[in-house]
């Protein structure tokens, strides 16, 4: 895939979280919560400050993190679906 997200973009791939509870009851797809964790497949440049100079991204490709339910806008590149979303969506990477 070549796409480079622009500015203080990242393009994120959502990860599907569990399909049954921890009784083992199986959760059908309509009742199932959009996923808040993701992980990063590419990074824009960052964005510019009053003076022109860059800002430094804080997160990098391969990085996995959480952001609200309703961030980012969803699209489909090679028939995968992704979102992209800017840096200050991201509620706080995991470690």
Known sequence: MSFNPLHDRVLVRRIE????????????????ERPQEGEIVAVGAGARDEDGERIAMDVKAGDRFLFGKWSGT??????????????????????
């Open 17 to 32: 979280g569990d399909a049954k509870t921890s009784g083992g009851l199986i959760i059908p797809d309509t009742a199932k």
């Open 74 to 95: 969803e699209i489909k590149l090679d028939g995968e679906d992704l979102m992209i979303m800017k840096e200050s969506d991201i509620l706080g990477v995991m470690t």
